[in-house]
Every structure is written in C-alpha cells, then in structure tokens.
C-alpha cells in the first residue's frame, strides 16, 4: 500500500508538469529527470570492513531514480524543493553470504524557503547541502559540509537543516549568518547545532570569504578562502581553517588552474590536513594532492573529467575518471570508473578497491 | 602648365599628406568617445536583459543554445534556458571573477575568461563590452568598410585576465557601432573575426539608440567553423546586486 502511495505521487507529480503552465501557475519553474545506473563495486578486504559485514555495501546495484525540482517564485517568496524517488536492486555478498534486495526510497533531500525582506536583505530556511569556496579536493573552510564531491554519479547530496539571513551590501560585500538547525539524514551521532557569521568580498580580479563558526559545544573555528584571476588562463585559490580543540588545529590547501587554448583545464591542489588520521574518514592522513584535467565544453560535446588523488604520506591514490555524452537536448550518457591504490591499508582502500558506473538520464 | 592639370597635381601631392591628417579632425580623445559610445550598443549599460540564442556549426554538426542574459555594468549573469538537459545552468561574471553553476553540482566552479562557451564563442562574447575601459587604443585609422566610413582601433588589453589580448575594431562613425572585429591570441595570430548587425533599438537616457542584433563569429584556422549569436528581447530593468550573489544563485 506504502509503495502504491510512493509510486503515485511522481505520477501526480509529471501530471502537474504538464499542465502547470495550461493552470498559469506563473513563476513555476518545473524539471524534471529520470536516470538509471548500474553499478559494480569491487570491495576492499580490510579491517575496517572485514567480511562486509559492517559497512555492508552492495558489489553491484541498478538504481532507477526520478529527480523532479520544483521552484515557485511569486513576488517576494521563493520555494524550492527536489524530492526523489529511488527504486534499487541490490547485491550483496557479507562474509561469503550472497544476497539480494529491492528496495524503494521517497524522501526530500532538499527544500528551501526563502523571503525577500528588502531587495538586498534575505531569510530562509531549508534542507540544503551548502557548499562554497574555490576547492575541489576539499573545503577546509566549510564548517557544516566535510564532504566535497558526490560519491555517486547520479544520486545528490543529502541536505542538513539550515536558517540563513542574507545580507547583500553591494556588488562587492555581503554577509550571512548562518544557523545549522539539524543534521538532516546524516548519520553523524556526534552532530552540534553550529552558528556560522559569513562576511564575502569580490572585486576586480579576486574574491575572498571569512567564516566564523561555534558549535553548541565545540570550539571557535575560523574558516577563510580566496582566489584571483591572475590571467585569462590562470585562476589561482587558497582555503583554510583554523580551531583551538585541545590546542590549534587546522588545514590549509593551495591551488591553481590553467584554462588550455581548446578550453580544457589542468588543475593542481595541495591540502594539508592537520585533524586527520582518523577525525575524518575522507582524510584519514595528512598530506594530499590533487592532479584534475577538465575537458567540459559546459555547453554540450563530450565532457571528461580525469582525477587523480595522492597522498604524499602513505604514497596511497584515487584514479577517477567521468566521461559523459549528450545524446541530443534531452539524454546524457554518463561513466565512471575509480580504483584506490595502496591496499586496504592506504589512505583510500578502507572500503573499496575500485567502482565502475553507467548512467543513462532523461531530462524533460 | 594648364590650370587644371596644376590643380590635379596638386591635388595628388597632398593626398598622402590628407591620408595621414585623416587622424587630425579624430584626434584621440574623439575616438574614445566613439569606442565608447560603440560600447553602448553592446550592453555597456546598467540595467539590461536581452536573450541569447547561440547556434554553433563546427566539423558539420550544428549545436543551438539559448541563454537569457543579466547585465549591470561590469557584472553579467547568463542563464542557460534550453535544450532541455543544460537549462538551469548559470554562468557568473562579476568583472574577471567567473563561476560555473550547474544543477546537480554541489557548488559553483570558478572559471576562467578562456573557457569557451560554445563553438567560437567565449564566456566574454555574450556580456556587454567595455573596450574603452579594458583597451588601450595603441593606433586609429580610418577604413571604409561596405561602404560604411569606419574609425579602426588597434586595442590592446590594459590587464592580462581580459578574454582577448588584442583587438581590431571598426566603428562606423555614422551610426556610432562596432560593424567587425578581429581577435588575437597573445603571440598575435589572428584566431577569429566577428561582424555585428544592430537591428534593434533601445532607449538609454532619454536617447534612442542602435543595439546589437547579432554576433557572427568565424574562426581563422578553419573557416566552416561559424558560431550566430542572435540577440532578442532586448529590455532595461532595474537590477539589485543581489542577482548576481553567488550564495543567492545556487539554490
């Protein structure tokens, strides 16, 4: 019954794409997309997984996911929200048991609601994944989200519950005072409600952030990145945060990114992670680089992104590769392969030794 | 010597005396105005929206895209309205600072002014312009073209984070608008020439003025390669800072 319920509602949902605009429902902005993935997941054997048993990750999935994103803008309100709709078929092979599972998933991983008080005066409230700052690898500064990249190559990332007032001063300054109300479907036993004062610049050729965050019960931290367009084909960038927990803490990272002729980038980043060896199971060292070639034409064509992840510690690495296709103006073909070296000991093998995904997506 | 022929000989010793005082009456601060005034009629405003439809014809596959275009001085934002798969797709500009802002991204990617846009178009080609601002006019002659008696500006940009080194404009000094440009790379090769046709007319303190049409982008190396960006929908608005915040955009 549950299901039939859960399956209804995109049904009902596609209706009022179509015929919200026949319904003059000005300000609706609608999309909608429809993927399906099939995954393989090569596991790890290591001690922080022995046997599969407790992450218990599938070795292969096909996921179908429905993607609509609703916003509706009416004169000082805006209201964004994405549901998604997860259908999955599953494998799993835990301490030499195979298994396998279906299973269907309705949730709002994210909302936003926000009010225009003035023209340049902003509040809202939400589910958002928030994230900023000019760093691939990382966002040391960001004092809500540890996590920068998706994981999957269709699935988004989970929201945390946020209360945001916006201040825009003028093209060049603006503040928010941020408020992390909930840890939304994170499973973070250790969550602290954390306050967050943002003060941004931008001027001719740079840009810079400062962010200064408390947790109900955790220390003062002190976040801040920067970037500059030093060329038309140089960006250079730096990001870094600083906390006083049983003494000062911090991570730094360093970048740049040269733009070729073609329109192809190179990108080269450094981060230094003094909280690591253990605090965060993305960083469980302290030294990394990163090594990105981009091929995107942003507007069509082939895009190709190449990663590679080092850490200079333990000699460890990540080799990422996307390649995606668009198939005329409504489908994209997507790939993706990783494999961690190093062995489960390395700073990327905990979990898996490799992943390979295909993608194909909809968009209406 | 009959007085005719006196007159003609004359006449002919001064012409290459008359070629180069042709930069007389257009001295330098005259023509700076008319590089400026050639800026207007391509969004150096404060306050405009128009949209942007790009086709792109490269290697015999055509690619067409439509934006609609947000400017406020030297702060531009694009937004990506079709095809159906890359609608919703942001590009900022806030002077040379750049972000890439696409839906499914977990946050904006800073960009360079080389990266392209599509086909010949680069990122700088669908904001307005500021050559009076961004150049220096190293030289200035004057050309006729199709009929058309033009100013051309041998432009040299002031900074290096500008989307081209060098330019070479004409102006038309009838109609006061940029009619052809010719772009190069910093070892100066020529990589691609554009024409502009100015169709539309907008109002711009109390004046009527021309507004560009259409953008024609050809490519030097291969010559096939042509990218149209044809400009409609050309309106004045009155614009906060706050549309180009980044924080506000991604939502």
Same mark, same amino acid.
């Given at each position: 019954?549950?299901?039939?319920?859960?399956?209804?509602?995109?049904?009902?949902?596609?209706?009022?794409?179509?015929?919200?605009?026949?319904?003059?429902?000005?300000?609706?902005?609608?999309?909608?997309?429809?993927?399906?993935?099939?995954?393989?997941?090569?596991?790890?054997?290591?001690?922080? +997984?022995?046997?599969? &048993?407790?992450?218990?990750?599938? /070795?292969? %999935?096909?996921? !179908?996911? @429905? =993607?609509? $994103?609703? #916003?509706?803008?009416?004169?000082?309100?805006?209201?964004?929200?994405?549901?998604?709709?997860?259908?999955?078929?599953?494998?799993?092979?835990?301490?030499?048991?195979?298994?396998?599972?279906?299973?269907?998933?309705?949730?709002?991983?994210?909302?936003?609601?926000?009010?225009?008080?003035?023209?340049?005066?902003?509040?809202?409230?939400?589910?958002?994944?928030?994230?900023?700052?000019?760093?691939?690898?990382?966002?040391?500064?960001?004092?809500?989200?540890?996590?920068?990249?998706?994981?999957?190559?269709?699935?988004?990332?989970?929201?945390?519950?946020?209360?945001?007032?916006?201040?825009?001063?003028?093209?060049?300054?603006?503040?928010?005072?941020?408020? +992390?109300?909930?840890? &939304?479907?994170?499973?973070?036993? /250790?969550? %602290?409600?954390? !306050?967050? @004062? =943002?003060? $941004?610049? #931008?001027?001719?050729?740079?840009?810079?952030?400062?962010?200064?965050?408390?947790?109900?019960?955790?220390?003062?931290?002190?976040?801040?990145?920067?970037?500059?367009?030093?060329?038309?084909?140089?960006?250079?960038?730096?990001?870094?945060?600083?906390?006083?927990?049983?003494?000062?803490?911090?991570?730094?990272?360093?970048?740049?990114?040269?733009?070729?002729?073609?329109?192809?980038?190179?990108?080269?980043?450094?981060?230094?992670?003094?909280?690591?060896?253990?605090?965060?199971?993305?960083?469980?060292?302290?030294?990394?680089?990163?090594?990105?070639?981009?091929?995107?034409?942003?507007?069509?064509?082939?895009?190709?992104?190449?990663?590679?992840?080092?850490?200079?510690?333990? &000699?460890?690495?990540?080799?990422?590769?996307?390649?995606?296709?668009?198939?005329?103006?409504?489908?994209?073909?997507?790939?993706?392969?990783?494999?961690?070296?190093?062995?489960?000991?390395?700073?990327?093998?905990?979990?898996?030794?490799?992943?390979?995904?295909?993608?194909?997506?909809?968009?209406? | 010597?009959?007085?005719?022929?006196?007159?003609?000989?004359?006449?002919?010793?001064?012409?290459?005396?008359?070629?180069?005082?042709?930069?007389?009456?257009?001295?330098?601060?005259?023509?700076?105005?008319?590089?400026?005034?050639?800026?207007?009629?391509?969004?150096?405003?404060?306050?405009?929206?128009?949209?942007?439809?790009?086709?792109?014809?490269?290697?015999?596959?055509?690619?067409?895209?439509?934006?609609?275009?947000?400017?406020?001085?030297?702060?531009?934002?694009?937004?990506?309205?079709?095809?159906?798969?890359?609608?919703?797709?942001?590009?900022?500009?806030?002077?040379?600072?750049?972000?890439?802002?696409?839906?499914?991204?977990?946050?904006?990617?800073?960009?360079?002014?080389?990266?392209?846009?599509?086909?010949?178009?680069?990122?700088?080609?669908?904001?307005?312009?500021?050559?009076?601002?961004?150049?220096?006019?190293?030289?200035?002659?004057?050309?006729?073209?199709?009929?058309?008696?033009?100013?051309?500006?041998?432009?040299?940009?002031?900074?290096?984070?500008?989307?081209?080194?060098?330019?070479?404009?004409?102006?038309?000094?009838?109609?006061?608008?940029?009619?052809?440009?010719?772009?190069?790379?910093?070892?100066?090769?020529?990589?691609?020439?554009?024409?502009?046709?100015?169709?539309?007319?907008?109002?711009?303190?109390?004046?009527?003025?021309?507004?560009?049409?259409?953008?024609?982008?050809?490519?030097?190396?291969?010559?096939?390669?042509?990218?149209?960006?044809?400009?409609?929908?050309?309106?004045?608005?009155?614009?906060?800072?706050?549309?180009?915040?980044?924080?506000?955009?991604?939502?």
């Amino acid at each position: 019954m549950i299901f039939a319920i859960k399956a209804l509602v995109p049904a009902i949902l596609f209706l009022v794409f179509l015929t919200a605009p026949a319904l003059g429902m000005e300000g609706l902005d609608l999309g909608f997309k429809a993927t399906a993935l099939a995954g393989i997941n090569g596991l790890a054997e290591s001690d922080l +997984n022995p046997g599969n &048993g407790l992450a218990r990750l599938p /070795d292969k %999935e096909s996921l !179908l996911l @429905l =993607k609509p $994103d609703l #916003s509706l803008v009416r004169e000082d309100w805006l209201v964004s929200v994405k549901p998604r709709f997860e259908l999955s078929l599953k494998h799993y092979e835990i301490r030499g048991v195979s298994d396998e599972n279906t299973d269907s998933k309705a949730d709002i991983p994210e909302f936003m609601v926000r009010r225009s008080l003035t023209e340049n005066l902003f509040l809202s409230y939400g589910r958002e994944n928030l994230q900023w700052g000019p760093s691939f690898l990382y966002s040391p500064s960001n004092p809500f989200f540890s996590d920068n990249e998706k994981k999957s190559l269709v699935q988004d990332l989970e929201g945390k519950g946020l209360l945001k007032l916006v201040m825009v001063h003028d093209e060049a300054f603006a503040a928010s005072l941020i408020y +992390n109300t909930d840890k &939304g479907a994170f499973n973070e036993s /250790d969550f %602290e409600k954390t !306050l967050a @004062l =943002k003060l $941004d610049y #931008s001027g001719d050729t740079g840009y810079g952030s400062l962010i200064l965050s408390q947790r109900d019960h955790g220390p003062e931290r002190l976040g801040a990145f920067a970037g500059a367009t030093l060329t038309d084909a140089v960006l250079v960038y730096g990001e870094g945060s600083l906390q006083n927990e049983d003494g000062l803490s911090g991570s730094l990272l360093f970048g740049a990114t040269y733009t070729l002729e073609s329109g192809d980038s190179l990108c080269l980043e450094y981060l230094y992670y003094e909280q690591g060896q253990g605090r965060n199971p993305d960083f469980l060292r302290e030294n990394y680089l990163l090594v990105q070639f981009l091929k995107d034409d942003l507007m069509g064509g082939m895009d190709l992104d190449s990663r590679a992840t080092l850490c200079l510690d333990d &000699g460890s690495s990540r080799l990422y590769s996307s390649l995606s296709r668009e198939l005329g103006g409504h489908m994209e073909l997507k790939t993706a392969g990783m494999i961690n070296t190093g062995g489960a000991h390395g700073a990327f093998g905990a979990y898996l030794d490799y992943q390979i995904q295909v993608a194909l997506e909809y968009t209406y | 010597m009959n007085p005719l022929k006196i007159i003609a000989l004359t006449l002919l010793l001064l012409l290459p005396v008359t070629a180069v005082k042709a930069q007389g009456p257009m001295n330098l601060e005259k023509a700076t105005a008319l590089l400026a005034e050639s800026d207007l009629s391509r969004g150096n405003s404060s306050g405009l929206e128009w949209d942007i439809d790009i086709e792109s014809q490269t290697e015999g596959n055509t690619e067409a895209n439509r934006l609609t275009v947000l400017v406020k001085d030297t702060n531009c934002l694009a937004v990506y309205q079709s095809p159906a798969n890359i609608k919703g797709r942001k590009l900022l500009m806030k002077d040379r600072n750049m972000w890439f802002i696409k839906p499914g991204l977990s946050k904006p990617v800073p960009i360079s002014p080389r990266q392209k846009l599509l086909g010949g178009a680069s990122n700088g080609d669908i904001a307005s312009t500021n050559y009076a601002g961004d150049y220096t006019i190293e030289n200035f002659t004057e050309e006729v073209l199709d009929k058309d008696p033009c100013i051309v500006f041998d432009l040299k940009a002031k900074t290096k984070n500008l989307t081209y080194d060098r330019i070479r404009y004409w102006v038309s000094q009838r109609t006061k608008t940029g009619l052809k440009a010719e772009f190069f790379t910093l070892s100066g090769k020529l990589f691609k020439t554009a024409v502009f046709k100015y169709d539309h007319k907008i109002s711009l303190d109390g004046q009527e003025r021309p507004f560009v049409s259409k953008m024609t982008i050809t490519g030097a190396v291969v010559e096939t390669e042509k990218t149209v960006m044809a400009y409609s929908h050309i309106r004045l608005r009155d614009i906060s800072a706050s549309a180009f915040n980044l924080d506000l955009l991604v939502k």
